[in-house]
């Protein structure tokens, strides 16, 4: 099947006349020939049903979990996106799901896919994303006792503002030349001179007085070579003295 009928199927699949349990819609990824995929939009409310008609053998088929993550949406919400994948018909799709960012909270996939765990839980500890009825929900990359969660866009980048970063950061801007422009901070980058060590401590950039339109700066005045005096000629090299070879009889 293809990316477009996958989708489509999914759709039809999931389709009812309740118009209270939210939209499913489908669309293409990018990639190409043989790297397209099916994207498929469902409710959060029906994230664990759209999975088991995805995973049915008389459906989609697609019996294989691939990977699991979010992306953050700023005020929207999250989007937490799966990849399930179909060893015998080789097709895949991306079922996709928004929580919003107050209390995120999606049903878990372990039941019906038991390699979702670990991808859930990591999940969990960097946006925050609750996975309901998750056998084990508890951290797996950070350490004990951290606090926050790295992948969200308002986790503070510590590191940024306690060591420069190496390289050029922006075009023209490096360590040994100065600016062409400001530079633009990503999100979680604090500005250092509110937050950090050096909080207070640096003076605000000073901007180049640029030469008003149309006028263009003046050149310095170069000296006028000396003509010489009436009747004497110009120094210069004295010509070199044609040399003679030498007769040997």
Same mark, same amino acid.
């Not at 929580?99 to 839980?121: K, N």
């Given at each position: $099947? ?5 989708g489509?199927? +999914?759709?039809?699949? $999931?389709?009812?006349?309740?118009p209270?349990t ?10 190409g ?17 759209a999975a088991g ?5 008389g459906? +989609?088929?697609?019996? @294989?979990?691939?990977? +699991? ?6 005020e ?5 996106v799966? &990849?399930l994948?179909?060893t015998?018909?080789? &097709?895949?799709?991306l079922?996709?799901? *928004?929580?919003p960012?107050a209390d995120?909270?999606? =049903?878990s996939l372990?039941?019906l @896919?038991?390699?979702?765990?670990w991808?859930e ?5 960097m946006?925050?994303?609750?996975f309901?009825?998750? %056998?084990?929900? *508890?951290?797996? +990359?950070l !350490? !004990? ?6 992948l969200r #866009? =308002? ?7 306690? #060591?420069?970063? !190496?390289g050029a950061k922006?075009?023209? =801007? ?12 990503? !999100? ?9 060590p050096? #909080?207070?401590k640096i %003076?605000? %950039?000073?901007t180049?007085a640029r030469p ?9 005045? *170069?000296?006028a070579p000396?003509? %010489?005096a009436?009747? =004497? ?17």
């Amino acid at each position: $099947m293809t990316p477009e009928e996958v989708g489509d199927r +999914l759709v039809q699949l $999931m389709a009812t006349e309740d118009p209270t349990t939210g939209e499913v819609t489908a669309g293409v990824s990018g990639g190409g020939p043989g790297h397209a995929r099916a994207v498929v939009d469902v409710p959060v409310g029906r994230w664990w049903q759209a999975a088991g008609i995805v995973r049915d053998p008389g459906a +989609l088929g697609c019996d @294989y979990f691939d990977w +699991l993550s979010a992306v953050d949406e700023l005020e929207d919400g999250f989007d937490v996106v799966a &990849h399930l994948w179909s060893t015998r018909r080789r &097709h895949g799709v991306l079922l996709r799901t *928004r929580v919003p960012r107050a209390d995120p909270e999606v =049903e878990s996939l372990v039941d019906l @896919y038991p390699g979702a765990a670990w991808h859930e839980r990591e999940t969990f500890e960097m946006f925050g994303i609750v996975f309901a009825r998750h %056998p084990d929900l *508890r951290p797996l +990359l950070l !350490p !004990p006792g951290f606090e926050g969660h790295p992948l969200r #866009k =308002e986790f503070v980048l510590a590191a940024r503002v306690a #060591k420069p970063w !190496p390289g050029a950061k922006e075009p023209g =801007e490096s360590e040994h030349g100065a600016a062409k422009r400001a530079p633009m901070r990503p !999100p979680g980058v604090p500005d250092p001179n509110e937050w950090g060590p050096m #909080k207070g401590k640096i %003076p605000p %950039p000073e901007t180049p007085a640029r030469p008003a339109r149309g006028e263009r700066p003046a050149r310095p005045a *170069r000296p006028a070579p000396e003509a %010489p005096a009436r009747g =004497e000629r110009p120094s210069g090299p004295a010509p070199e003295t044609p040399k003679t070879e030498e007769r040997t009889d």
